[in-house]
């Protein structure tokens, strides 16, 4: 059975095929290092199983987790086009996690043997940019209690994709990887997740956040965006 990656599925079946075939598979443990910020890079990574947590270091030398990634998501794309090819973040697996890899020469050679390939990287590298907006656009304009809400609602939905949405969902994400993806202080996120605990939406543990009610904190998440409006 072959993986289902989301930005392969536009491709016509041959070009799908041809491109799957070129990949190696790659298996992680929890809490290993895929790859470190700086390393030289030669080639990208489409998320099988499991959850990744990208983390890059600040002009000031602070560590700051951005995103968290799961199946159908890609890493590595940026250092492709780079003229240094090196990688931009640190990768580490959150789960045990499983990718396949391809090499960027692989992938140069299957674009010029396969032209419609070549627009697998435009869509990477439009899906990354329409990434970095929002959250741009999310940091300057909605306050910290907002965005804490929002980066939870946002884990959350990447672990509920084999759940039912109106199941408990746990997140192996402690609050300060929370705080860094909301782009809040430590203590920010520690106040509004206890006010969520308060309200009966979310159980707090060691390295976990249990949401009890994903419905309802979607619509916590909807109601603070709808007050900005």
């Not at 580490?92 to 890899?101: F, K, Q």
């Not at 109106?166 to 920010?188: C, F, H, K, S, Y």
């Amino acid at each position: 059975m072959r993986p289902q990656i989301g930005l392969l599925a536009d491709l016509p079946p041959a070009q799908r095929r041809a491109v799957l075939d070129r990949t190696t598979r790659h298996a992680f443990a929890a809490g290993e290092v895929i790859c470190t910020e700086g390393d030289a890079a030669d080639a990208l990574h489409f998320v099988v199983e499991g959850r990744i947590v990208a983390r890059r270091a600040s002009r000031g030398g602070d560590i700051h987790a951005y995103a968290v990634m799961g199946p159908g998501q890609t890493f590595g794309e940026i250092a492709m086009i780079r003229r240094e090819r090196r990688r931009t973040a640190t990768i580490e697996a959150l789960e045990p996690t499983v990718t396949l890899s391809l090499g960027f020469r692989e992938f140069e050679q299957l674009c010029a043997a396969h032209p419609e390939v070549n627009q697998l990287l435009l869509r990477l590298l439009a899906a990354r940019v329409t990434r970095l907006t929002d959250a741009l656009m999310e940091s300057l304009h909605e306050p910290a209690d907002h965005r804490v809400v929002r980066a939870l609602r946002s884990l959350c939905g990447s672990y509920s994709i084999a759940a039912r949405p109106d199941r408990p969902i746990t997140v192996p994400v402690n609050q300060t990887v929370l705080a860094e993806l909301a782009g809040v202080t430590r203590p920010t996120a520690n106040r509004v997740l206890r006010r969520l605990e308060s309200d009966g939406m979310v159980d707090l543990d060691r390295g976990r956040i249990r949401i009890r009610e994903p419905h309802a904190l979607h619509l916590a998440a909807e109601s603070e965006t709808r007050q900005r409006a």
